[in-house]
Protein backbone atom coordinates (compact mmCIF):
# COMPACT_ATOMS: atom_id res chain seq x y z
CA UNK A 1 0.00 0.00 0.00
CA UNK A 2 1.32 3.47 -1.04
CA UNK A 3 2.41 6.11 1.62
CA UNK A 4 2.18 9.42 0.65
CA UNK A 5 4.97 12.02 1.20
CA UNK A 6 4.43 15.19 4.33
CA UNK A 7 4.34 18.32 2.29
CA UNK A 8 5.50 21.31 3.69
CA UNK A 9 3.18 24.01 6.03
CA UNK A 10 1.41 26.71 4.24
CA UNK A 11 0.30 29.94 5.09
CA UNK A 12 -2.46 30.30 2.76
CA UNK A 13 -6.25 29.71 2.35
CA UNK A 14 -6.39 26.16 0.93
CA UNK A 15 -9.22 24.25 -0.74
CA UNK A 16 -10.54 21.02 1.30
CA UNK A 17 -10.93 18.34 -1.57
CA UNK A 18 -12.84 15.01 -0.31
CA UNK A 19 -12.08 13.01 -3.09
CA UNK A 20 -8.43 13.99 -3.87
CA UNK A 21 -7.26 14.85 0.27
CA UNK A 22 -3.45 16.53 0.88
CA UNK A 23 -0.71 13.75 0.79
CA UNK A 24 0.98 14.20 3.91
CA UNK A 25 3.40 11.26 3.67
CA UNK A 26 7.49 10.98 3.05
CA UNK A 27 7.08 8.49 0.42
CA UNK A 28 4.89 9.79 -2.58
CA UNK A 29 8.27 10.72 -4.17
CA UNK A 30 8.53 6.79 -4.53
CA UNK A 31 5.01 6.31 -5.79
CA UNK A 32 3.63 8.31 -8.61
CA UNK A 33 -0.62 7.57 -7.70
CA UNK A 34 -0.69 6.32 -4.47
CA UNK A 35 -4.24 6.42 -3.81
CA UNK A 36 -4.66 4.63 -7.70
CA UNK A 37 -2.48 2.24 -6.53
CA UNK A 38 -4.68 1.88 -3.63
CA UNK A 39 -7.49 1.12 -5.42
CA UNK A 40 -5.93 -0.97 -7.96
CA UNK A 41 -4.70 -3.52 -5.05
CA UNK A 42 -8.08 -3.57 -3.36
CA UNK A 43 -10.00 -4.53 -6.40
CA UNK A 44 -7.05 -6.74 -7.36
CA UNK A 45 -7.46 -8.55 -3.68
CA UNK A 46 -11.32 -8.58 -3.74
CA UNK A 47 -11.47 -10.78 -7.48
CA UNK A 48 -8.68 -13.11 -6.49
CA UNK A 49 -10.98 -13.53 -3.07
CA UNK A 50 -13.95 -14.30 -5.00
CA UNK A 51 -12.13 -16.52 -7.35
CA UNK A 52 -10.92 -18.31 -4.29
CA UNK A 53 -14.60 -18.84 -3.04
CA UNK A 54 -15.82 -19.61 -6.55
CA UNK A 55 -13.57 -22.28 -7.12
CA UNK A 56 -13.84 -24.29 -3.71
CA UNK A 57 -15.18 -27.57 -3.80
CA UNK A 58 -18.64 -28.24 -1.62
CA UNK A 59 -16.56 -29.66 1.52
CA UNK A 60 -18.13 -31.93 3.98
CA UNK A 61 -19.34 -29.91 8.06
CA UNK A 62 -16.18 -30.02 9.65
CA UNK A 63 -16.36 -32.10 12.86
CA UNK A 64 -16.52 -30.25 15.98
CA UNK A 65 -13.36 -28.38 17.17
CA UNK A 66 -11.85 -28.29 13.57
CA UNK A 67 -11.88 -25.23 11.47
CA UNK A 68 -14.31 -24.80 9.15
CA UNK A 69 -12.51 -22.22 6.55
CA UNK A 70 -10.48 -23.73 3.96
CA UNK A 71 -6.99 -23.69 4.37
CA UNK A 72 -6.22 -20.90 1.56
CA UNK A 73 -9.09 -18.64 2.70
CA UNK A 74 -7.98 -15.15 4.76
CA UNK A 75 -8.14 -15.53 8.20
CA UNK A 76 -10.03 -12.95 9.76
CA UNK A 77 -9.33 -13.28 13.98
CA UNK A 78 -12.70 -12.59 14.84
CA UNK A 79 -12.80 -9.59 12.79
CA UNK A 80 -15.11 -11.04 9.67
CA UNK A 81 -17.86 -9.36 7.60
CA UNK A 82 -20.69 -11.35 9.49
CA UNK A 83 -19.73 -9.07 12.86
CA UNK A 84 -19.41 -6.27 11.25
CA UNK A 85 -22.27 -3.08 11.40
CA UNK A 86 -22.76 -4.62 7.61
CA UNK A 87 -24.87 -7.49 8.88
CA UNK A 88 -26.92 -6.01 11.41
CA UNK A 89 -30.37 -4.14 10.52
CA UNK A 90 -29.76 -1.38 12.48
CA UNK A 91 -26.52 -0.20 10.73
CA UNK A 92 -25.87 3.42 10.12
CA UNK A 93 -28.61 4.61 12.32
CA UNK A 94 -27.46 7.80 14.83
CA UNK A 95 -28.18 4.94 17.69
CA UNK A 96 -25.75 2.31 16.18
CA UNK A 97 -23.05 5.12 14.78
CA UNK A 98 -23.18 5.94 18.96
CA UNK A 99 -23.21 2.12 19.76
CA UNK A 100 -20.43 1.89 17.80
CA UNK A 101 -18.14 5.60 19.28
CA UNK A 102 -18.46 3.99 22.63
CA UNK A 103 -16.92 1.06 21.88
CA UNK A 104 -13.68 1.99 19.60
CA UNK A 105 -11.76 4.05 22.26
CA UNK A 106 -9.23 1.34 23.14
CA UNK A 107 -6.69 3.12 20.84
CA UNK A 108 -6.01 6.87 21.44
CA UNK A 109 -3.37 9.43 19.93
CA UNK A 110 -1.85 11.59 22.55
CA UNK A 111 -5.49 10.86 24.42
CA UNK A 112 -7.30 11.62 21.33
CA UNK A 113 -10.14 8.89 20.97
CA UNK A 114 -12.02 7.34 18.18
CA UNK A 115 -15.41 7.99 18.86
CA UNK A 116 -15.04 11.20 20.15
CA UNK A 117 -17.20 14.07 19.58
CA UNK A 118 -16.22 17.41 18.22
CA UNK A 119 -16.09 18.91 22.11
CA UNK A 120 -14.37 15.81 23.36
CA UNK A 121 -11.44 15.67 20.73
CA UNK A 122 -10.66 19.29 20.58
CA UNK A 123 -10.42 19.13 24.94
CA UNK A 124 -8.16 16.38 24.76
CA UNK A 125 -6.15 17.90 22.43
CA UNK A 126 -5.92 21.19 24.61
CA UNK A 127 -5.00 19.11 27.89
CA UNK A 128 -2.44 17.33 25.55
CA UNK A 129 -0.59 20.42 24.34
CA UNK A 130 -2.89 23.92 24.88
CA UNK A 131 -0.41 25.79 22.88
CA UNK A 132 -1.75 24.14 19.69
CA UNK A 133 -3.88 26.52 17.31
CA UNK A 134 -7.47 25.16 16.44
CA UNK A 135 -9.02 25.62 13.08
CA UNK A 136 -12.71 23.94 12.07
CA UNK A 137 -12.43 23.39 9.01
CA UNK A 138 -16.22 22.80 6.49
CA UNK A 139 -17.23 20.31 3.64
CA UNK A 140 -19.56 21.59 1.02
CA UNK A 141 -22.73 18.92 1.22
CA UNK A 142 -25.09 19.92 -1.96
CA UNK A 143 -28.44 18.66 -1.16
CA UNK A 144 -29.87 16.89 -4.69
CA UNK A 145 -33.31 18.81 -4.08
CA UNK A 146 -31.79 21.93 -4.41
CA UNK A 147 -30.52 23.55 -7.41
CA UNK A 148 -27.07 22.36 -8.79
CA UNK A 149 -24.36 23.90 -7.49
CA UNK A 150 -25.63 25.27 -4.61
CA UNK A 151 -24.13 24.07 -1.03
CA UNK A 152 -24.21 24.84 2.50
CA UNK A 153 -21.77 24.17 4.76
CA UNK A 154 -20.81 21.55 7.09
CA UNK A 155 -18.13 20.70 9.77
CA UNK A 156 -16.07 17.53 8.98
CA UNK A 157 -12.64 18.41 10.18
CA UNK A 158 -10.52 20.03 12.88
CA UNK A 159 -6.73 20.75 12.87
CA UNK A 160 -4.67 21.43 15.73
CA UNK A 161 -1.08 22.73 14.84
CA UNK A 162 2.04 24.60 16.34
CA UNK A 163 2.34 28.39 15.32
CA UNK A 164 5.52 27.36 14.27
CA UNK A 165 6.16 25.71 10.67
CA UNK A 166 9.97 25.32 10.56
CA UNK A 167 11.91 22.26 11.51
CA UNK A 168 14.72 24.04 11.76
CA UNK A 169 13.70 26.79 14.05
CA UNK A 170 11.89 24.11 16.29
CA UNK A 171 9.68 21.10 16.89
CA UNK A 172 6.74 20.96 14.48
CA UNK A 173 3.04 19.15 14.78
CA UNK A 174 -0.25 18.90 13.39
CA UNK A 175 -3.34 16.57 14.30
CA UNK A 176 -6.02 16.32 11.73
CA UNK A 177 -9.03 14.51 13.03
CA UNK A 178 -12.36 13.34 10.33
CA UNK A 179 -15.28 13.41 11.98
CA UNK A 180 -18.89 11.03 10.45
CA UNK A 181 -21.15 12.92 8.45
CA UNK A 182 -24.77 13.88 8.39
CA UNK A 183 -27.56 12.86 9.06
CA UNK A 184 -25.71 10.92 11.98
CA UNK A 185 -24.03 12.52 14.66
CA UNK A 186 -20.40 14.07 14.21
CA UNK A 187 -18.41 11.32 15.67
CA UNK A 188 -14.21 10.58 15.42
CA UNK A 189 -13.41 8.26 12.59
CA UNK A 190 -10.15 9.01 11.94
CA UNK A 191 -7.27 11.07 13.18
CA UNK A 192 -3.62 11.43 11.56
CA UNK A 193 -0.54 12.66 13.61
CA UNK A 194 2.42 14.77 12.03
CA UNK A 195 5.32 14.96 14.52
CA UNK A 196 8.31 16.78 13.03
CA UNK A 197 11.62 16.91 15.23
CA UNK A 198 14.12 19.77 15.24
CA UNK A 199 15.84 19.46 12.81
CA UNK A 200 19.34 19.03 14.18
CA UNK A 201 17.54 16.37 16.61
CA UNK A 202 16.80 13.38 14.76
CA UNK A 203 15.48 10.68 16.36
CA UNK A 204 16.33 7.06 16.29
CA UNK A 205 14.55 4.98 13.92
CA UNK A 206 14.75 1.71 17.04
CA UNK A 207 13.52 4.31 19.52
CA UNK A 208 10.26 5.07 17.35
CA UNK A 209 9.77 1.61 16.75
CA UNK A 210 10.03 1.06 20.53
CA UNK A 211 7.84 3.96 21.85
CA UNK A 212 5.21 2.93 18.88
CA UNK A 213 5.24 -0.87 19.93
CA UNK A 214 4.88 0.29 23.90
CA UNK A 215 1.74 1.66 22.86
CA UNK A 216 0.01 -0.23 20.74
CA UNK A 217 1.72 -3.90 21.07
CA UNK A 218 3.27 -5.81 18.68
CA UNK A 219 2.99 -4.49 15.41
CA UNK A 220 0.90 -7.34 13.04
CA UNK A 221 1.22 -5.19 9.93
CA UNK A 222 3.52 -4.44 7.27
CA UNK A 223 3.68 -2.87 3.99
CA UNK A 224 5.79 0.03 3.61
CA UNK A 225 4.64 1.09 7.17
CA UNK A 226 4.41 -0.41 9.97
CA UNK A 227 0.48 -1.26 11.62
CA UNK A 228 -1.64 -2.52 14.35
CA UNK A 229 -4.85 -3.73 13.09
CA UNK A 230 -7.49 -4.93 16.35
CA UNK A 231 -10.87 -5.96 15.97
CA UNK A 232 -13.46 -4.89 17.19
CA UNK A 233 -12.85 -6.03 20.51
CA UNK A 234 -9.56 -4.48 20.67
CA UNK A 235 -7.57 -7.44 20.16
CA UNK A 236 -4.45 -7.13 17.90
CA UNK A 237 -5.39 -10.22 15.25
CA UNK A 238 -3.08 -12.97 14.73
CA UNK A 239 -3.28 -12.39 11.09
CA UNK A 240 -4.26 -9.71 8.94
CA UNK A 241 -5.67 -10.33 5.40
CA UNK A 242 -4.84 -8.72 2.14
CA UNK A 243 -8.05 -7.24 2.10
CA UNK A 244 -7.99 -5.93 5.70
CA UNK A 245 -4.48 -4.75 4.79
CA UNK A 246 -5.30 -2.52 2.29
CA UNK A 247 -7.93 -0.98 4.50
CA UNK A 248 -5.23 0.29 7.00
CA UNK A 249 -2.73 1.08 4.20
CA UNK A 250 -5.54 3.24 2.29
CA UNK A 251 -5.70 5.28 5.25
CA UNK A 252 -2.79 6.44 5.80
CA UNK A 253 -2.46 6.99 1.88
CA UNK A 254 -5.59 9.15 1.64
CA UNK A 255 -5.06 11.38 4.97
CA UNK A 256 -7.27 13.34 6.68
CA UNK A 257 -8.66 15.90 4.22
CA UNK A 258 -7.01 19.33 4.62
CA UNK A 259 -4.70 17.84 7.47
CA UNK A 260 -1.51 19.00 7.88
CA UNK A 261 -1.71 22.87 6.39
CA UNK A 262 -1.33 26.28 8.01
CA UNK A 263 -4.09 28.43 6.88
CA UNK A 264 -6.14 31.52 8.32
CA UNK A 265 -9.47 30.44 7.15
CA UNK A 266 -11.70 28.01 6.02
CA UNK A 267 -14.21 29.35 3.36
CA UNK A 268 -13.40 26.56 0.97
CA UNK A 269 -14.57 22.93 2.26
CA UNK A 270 -14.84 19.29 0.49
CA UNK A 271 -17.02 18.65 -1.79
CA UNK A 272 -20.05 15.88 -0.65
CA UNK A 273 -22.77 15.18 -2.88
CA UNK A 274 -24.62 12.19 -4.46
CA UNK A 275 -22.79 12.47 -7.08
CA UNK A 276 -19.34 11.85 -5.25
CA UNK A 277 -20.60 9.86 -2.63
CA UNK A 278 -20.46 6.13 -4.06
CA UNK A 279 -22.78 3.93 -1.96
CA UNK A 280 -19.82 2.03 0.04
CA UNK A 281 -22.01 -1.18 0.54
CA UNK A 282 -22.33 -1.66 -3.21
CA UNK A 283 -18.52 -2.62 -4.72
CA UNK A 284 -19.56 -1.89 -7.54
CA UNK A 285 -20.37 1.39 -7.63
CA UNK A 286 -17.58 2.13 -4.63
CA UNK A 287 -13.86 2.66 -4.99
CA UNK A 288 -13.27 3.85 -1.50
CA UNK A 289 -11.59 0.31 -0.23
CA UNK A 290 -11.00 2.78 2.88
CA UNK A 291 -15.14 2.90 3.87
CA UNK A 292 -16.11 -0.39 2.24
CA UNK A 293 -17.09 -3.45 4.23
CA UNK A 294 -14.28 -5.28 4.90
CA UNK A 295 -12.84 -2.55 6.54
CA UNK A 296 -16.41 -2.16 8.91
CA UNK A 297 -15.25 -5.04 11.37
CA UNK A 298 -11.34 -3.34 11.98
CA UNK A 299 -10.05 -0.53 13.67
CA UNK A 300 -6.35 0.22 13.00
CA UNK A 301 -3.04 2.31 13.55
CA UNK A 302 -0.47 2.92 10.81
CA UNK A 303 2.81 4.88 11.07
CA UNK A 304 4.67 6.21 8.24
CA UNK A 305 7.49 4.10 5.86
CA UNK A 306 10.36 5.99 7.44
CA UNK A 307 9.78 3.51 10.99
CA UNK A 308 8.34 0.69 8.66
CA UNK A 309 9.88 -2.40 8.63
CA UNK A 310 12.39 -1.59 5.24
CA UNK A 311 13.77 1.21 7.74
CA UNK A 312 17.06 0.68 10.10
CA UNK A 313 17.08 0.28 13.19
CA UNK A 314 20.37 3.08 13.38
CA UNK A 315 18.75 5.24 10.82
CA UNK A 316 17.79 8.59 12.26
CA UNK A 317 14.43 10.41 11.69
CA UNK A 318 13.72 14.10 11.76
CA UNK A 319 9.82 13.00 11.59
CA UNK A 320 7.07 10.74 11.74
CA UNK A 321 3.50 10.40 10.61
CA UNK A 322 0.73 8.23 12.55
CA UNK A 323 -2.59 7.43 11.51
CA UNK A 324 -5.71 5.63 13.79
CA UNK A 325 -8.73 4.60 12.10
CA UNK A 326 -12.33 2.84 12.51
CA UNK A 327 -13.35 1.34 9.94
CA UNK A 328 -16.75 0.85 11.15
CA UNK A 329 -17.56 4.61 11.62
CA UNK A 330 -15.57 5.28 8.23
CA UNK A 331 -18.33 2.73 6.58
CA UNK A 332 -21.44 3.56 8.79
CA UNK A 333 -21.09 7.62 7.82
CA UNK A 334 -20.34 6.88 4.19
CA UNK A 335 -23.41 4.74 3.51
CA UNK A 336 -25.73 6.80 6.12
CA UNK A 337 -24.39 9.94 3.71
CA UNK A 338 -25.52 8.18 0.43
CA UNK A 339 -29.21 6.55 1.93
CA UNK A 340 -29.95 10.19 3.29
CA UNK A 341 -29.22 11.62 -0.22
CA UNK A 342 -30.38 9.23 -2.20
CA UNK A 343 -33.74 9.03 -0.54
CA UNK A 344 -33.74 13.41 -0.71
CA UNK A 345 -33.46 12.80 -4.83
CA UNK A 346 -36.33 9.69 -4.56
CA UNK A 347 -38.54 12.00 -2.93
CA UNK A 348 -37.83 14.92 -4.86
CA UNK A 349 -38.16 12.93 -8.30
CA UNK A 350 -41.68 11.40 -6.98
CA UNK A 351 -42.72 14.73 -6.13
CA UNK A 352 -42.59 15.31 -9.53
CA UNK A 353 -43.79 12.57 -11.14
CA UNK A 354 -47.18 12.78 -9.09
CA UNK A 355 -47.45 16.70 -10.22
CA UNK A 356 -46.85 15.87 -13.61
CA UNK A 357 -49.17 12.79 -13.08
CA UNK A 358 -52.26 15.48 -11.83
CA UNK A 359 -52.13 17.61 -14.50
CA UNK A 360 -54.49 17.15 -17.51
CA UNK A 361 -53.33 16.81 -21.23
CA UNK A 362 -53.88 19.62 -23.54
CA UNK A 363 -57.08 19.48 -25.56
CA UNK A 364 -56.27 17.45 -28.94
Keep these: MAISSVGTFRKSAFAVVLVASLSVLNAAAQIQNPIQAAKDAYNKAKQQQQQQ ?25 GATAAGSPAANGDCCT ?72 RQDLGPVEWIAMQFTMLPGPPLLAKVQRFTGFLASQPVMTSNL ?20 VYDS ?60 PDCAPIVWVVASSNVGEGAAPNSQQTSMTVTMESGALMYMSRRATHAWLQAELDAKIKQENDAAAGRSAPKL
Design 233 to 292: NGKLLTRVSNLQGICAGDAMATGVPGGGATHEGSETGAQVSLSNTPDPSNPALSNLPEAG
Design 94 to 165: PEAMKKIAASVGFVDIVGVKLGMTPEQAVAAVKAYNPNLKIMTLTARLEHPSGPPGNFVRVPYTIDAYTANN
Design 209 to 228: VESLRKKYGQDNYASTGRGW
Design 53 to 77: QQNQKPQQPASQGQPTQPANAPVQS
